[in-house]
């Protein structure tokens, strides 16, 4: 499966996750989700701005390579064997064709992938405007951040919307960095200190 995603983000802090969780979101369920990021130990996705992640819900676990387009992200997805997450080297045989295609199209072994870490996330979502209005609460490593998304299906309809209620809510609006991008920051953070 392929699938453009459009989306907006910024990071909030907690008083206004807190805000924003008592108020539009009070009546949102509770969605609890696992990433688990994957490169190469030459870091190969992260520097062609590509991101391998595993994501359990639970339910499912699914495998999904994000690759930035003009405009969005397209994500390809497909369905993973379940011990996937025990190997410490993911070979050839779990990764989804439509996955291992996109690899090789780019030029990246997919032999050598292994898991750094995971980031786990409690999401709440609701409806707004011509979209999907997304608060998470994020904990990875040693840390924790919140975060607004909207994901829209029309960048510059989207774009406005979310500038709006950015305006409309008083939040700072601020450069924010995808979860994988804040993960592998802090990892390297860590991981420069342990050196």
């Known amino acids: 499966m392929e699938e453009l995603e459009i989306e907006f983000k910024n990071l909030i802090d907690y008083s206004k996750y807190e805000e924003l969780k008592s108020t539009l979101f009070h009546e949102a369920p509770i969605i609890t989700q696992t990433n688990f990021y994957i490169d190469t130990n030459q870091y190969d996705l992260k520097n062609n701005k590509c991101a391998l992640r595993i994501r359990d819900n639970g339910l499912s676990k699914e495998m999904t390579l994000k690759v930035p ?7 390809y997805t497909g369905k993973i064997d379940e011990n996937i ?3 410490e080297y993911i070979g050839r045989q779990y990764i989804p064709e439509n996955i291992a295609h996109q690899l090789s199209h780019m030029n990246i072994p997919d032999t050598g992938l292994r898991i750094f870490g995971a980031l786990s996330t409690e999401r709440r979502e609701i409806k707004y405007m011509s979209g999907t209005l997304v608060l998470d609460a994020s904990y990875y490593l040693d840390t924790s951040d919140y975060e607004l998304e909207f994901e ?7 774009k406005s919307e979310f500038d709006a209620f950015i305006k409309q809510y008083h ?18 953070q860590l991981t420069s200190k342990i050196l």
């Not at 387009?69 to 994500?75: A, L, S």
Request: net charge negative; hydrophobic share 30%.
């Open 69 to 75: 387009q003009d405009v969005g992200i397209m994500e």
């Open 85 to 87: 997450i025990d190997q």
């Open 152 to 158: 829209v299906p029309d960048y510059e309809q989207g």
């Open 171 to 188: 939040i700072e609006q601020v450069d924010t960095l995808s979860k994988v991008q804040r993960f592998y920051n802090h990892y390297a």
